[in-house]
């Protein structure tokens, strides 16, 4: 390396005898002297900055013990609420110390419980634009975690509102991600959605009853128990009901619901070209008559299918 600091060209050694042989003794001793001035100064350069630097590291260390002396005299008449991080660095920065320093002071005294650098430049802020409070101010914004047990109860309550809502309309509602309602609904809450199951006909309640009615009524026309059970063998009932032959598929119909739940139903309700009126017939031992009325295209053909 030269005397500019750039890298010294390559030598090639098998010439060196050569040049030395064609400088006279005067030359070569001048240069000897020369490389040897040049080693003292660097020498010399090398102590100076050595000095350097171990007097700032001992106004380093000067100023570190000064902090922490005026941090346990302040420690010592406050209560040990505030002889935390965040009062530390408030407390520093006050006395000028750079945002560096205190973070590196923090380190030192709260080892793996510190503030990171980040949270120490940002508190530095705070305290540069005049904030005394330490405690976090309210803000806006969801909590860093959506899986909680409010927002779980906000969800059970919609899907208990409208069983066939959906994971996107449920995201939009209370503001969570997708992908947490997802959680929530399977993992937290055990629900599946599930297809109704097709009936061709559902009875209400008040038709229900009107036949339970009927039946009680002519068992009690009838005397004794053995004439009520020769009554109820010879009951024959029926029921009429549209079959459509094309019962297209669909899941917007899906519902949630638990494993343990029952299966919901739903009645055939849609049209197709081609269908047929069931007009069915049965006692206590099955089926007795059935009427197929097929409609097709304007057509009726009648297949009747008798049994026993």
């Known amino acids: 390396m030269n005397l500019n600091g750039d890298p010294a060209p390559p030598v090639n050694n098998a010439l060196l005898p050569d040049i030395y042989s064609k400088l006279d003794a005067g030359t070569i001793e001048k240069t000897r002297v020369a490389n040897t001035v040049l080693k003292m100064r660097l020498d010399v350069e090398e102590k100076v900055i050595a000095k350097y630097r171990r007097e700032a590291e001992r106004i380093r260390k000067s100023q570190r013990a000064s902090?922490?002396?005026d941090l346990s005299r302040i420690a010592q008449r406050l209560p040990s609420t505030l002889t935390e991080p965040r009062f530390d660095s408030q407390t520093l920065r006050k006395n000028g110390t750079k945002c560096?320093?205190?973070?590196?002071?923090?380190?030192?005294n709260y080892g793996e419980h510190a503030m990171s650098m980040t949270q120490v430049?940002?508190?530095c802020s705070w305290f540069k634009d005049g904030r005394t409070s330490l405690k976090d101010e309210p803000r806006s914004g969801r909590p860093h975690t959506a899986n909680n047990d409010w927002n779980t109860a906000r969800v059970d309550e919609l899907i208990k509102v409208d069983r066939r809502v959906k994971l996107k309309e449920i995201s939009l509602k209370l503001d969570i991600p997708k992908t947490?309602?997802?959680e929530i609904v399977h993992d937290k809450l055990g629900y599946r959605k599930v297809s109704a199951r097709w009936?061709?006909?559902m009875l209400s309640d008040e038709h229900k009853r009107q036949r339970v009615e009927i039946l009680l009524h002519r068992c009690q026309q009838e005397g004794d128990h053995r004439a009520r059970n020769k009554l109820l063998e010879h009951l024959i009932t029926g029921d009429e009901t549209w079959l459509h032959l094309s019962t297209p598929e669909t899941k917007r119909a899906m519902t949630w619901k638990h494993p343990s739940s029952p299966v919901t139903?739903?009645?055939k309700v849609q049209q197709a070209a081609t269908k047929?009126?069931?007009t069915v017939f049965w006692d206590s031992r099955g089926l007795i008559l059935l009427l197929l009325d097929i409609v097709s295209k304007g057509k009726i053909d009648i297949v009747k299918h008798l049994t026993g």
């Open 67 to 69: 902090a922490v002396a």
């Open 100 to 108: 560096s320093a205190i973070y590196r002071e923090i380190v030192e």
């Open 121 to 123: 430049y940002q508190w």
């Open 180 to 182: 947490n309602v997802y």
């Open 199 to 201: 009936v061709p006909k």
């Open 265 to 267: 139903k739903k009645l």
């Open 276 to 278: 047929e009126i069931a």
